[in-house]
């Protein structure tokens, strides 16, 4: 089994540690000479939400406003994404980020299917190390890859972002 490195999965929320996270996930491409592809997730409205959106717009121009709002939200994401990365990633990242996405739908199955789409060796996340209790009640973005990524056989390395 060969266990080289040389596709990486950042996974990034755009929160206040994602750049110490990544800060792993390069030092580990620098290591292998391995490449990496930054991917966030852009979560749906929940069904509340979207209840509530239905029930106050007309159809016509929901139709519209779901048109033109995807486009809109989409480029505002790779925006901050692009933004998020000139101010706090490494100075030499350009040297092996390979690509960064933004793609709508669910962080854990945007995650996977990213991983698998781009036949990643490893995941990097950050984790915030909840505990069993809290994440029975709230779930962990993590913890689920964590468990998802264990069928198509992808590791996952978990950055504890509290010690961060």
């Known amino acids: 089994m060969d266990y080289t490195i040389r596709t990486i999965l950042y996974a990034t929320d755009l929160g206040p540690h994602g750049p110490d996270v990544f800060n792993h996930a390069f030092s580990l491409a ?4 391995a490449k990496i592809h930054i991917i966030h997730a852009l979560e749906p409205m929940s069904d509340y939400a979207q209840s509530l959106v239905e029930t106050l717009v007309p159809p016509d121009t ?3 406003l779901h048109q033109t709002g995807i486009v809109q939200v989409n480029q505002e994401m790779h ?9 706090h ?11 960064m996405r933004v793609v709508a739908g669910h962080p854990v199955e ?5 991983a698998k789409r781009i036949n990643a060796d490893l995941i990097v996340l ?7 209790l809290g994440e029975m ?5 993590a913890h689920k890859v964590l ?7 992808i590791p996952v390395f978990l950055v504890p972002i509290d010690r961060v």
């Open 126 to 132: 950050g984790s915030h190390g909840q505990t069993a």
């Open 137 to 141: 009640f709230m779930g962990s973005v």
């Open 62 to 64: 929901l139709k519209t």
């Open 79 to 87: 925006r901050r994404l692009e933004k998020f990365c000139e101010e």
């Open 147 to 153: 468990i998802k990524a264990r069928h198509p056989g």
């Open 89 to 99: 990633l490494h100075p030499e990242a350009e040297t092996v980020v390979a690509d």
């Open 110 to 114: 945007v995650i996977i299917d990213e």
């Open 30 to 33: 620098k290591q292998y000479s």
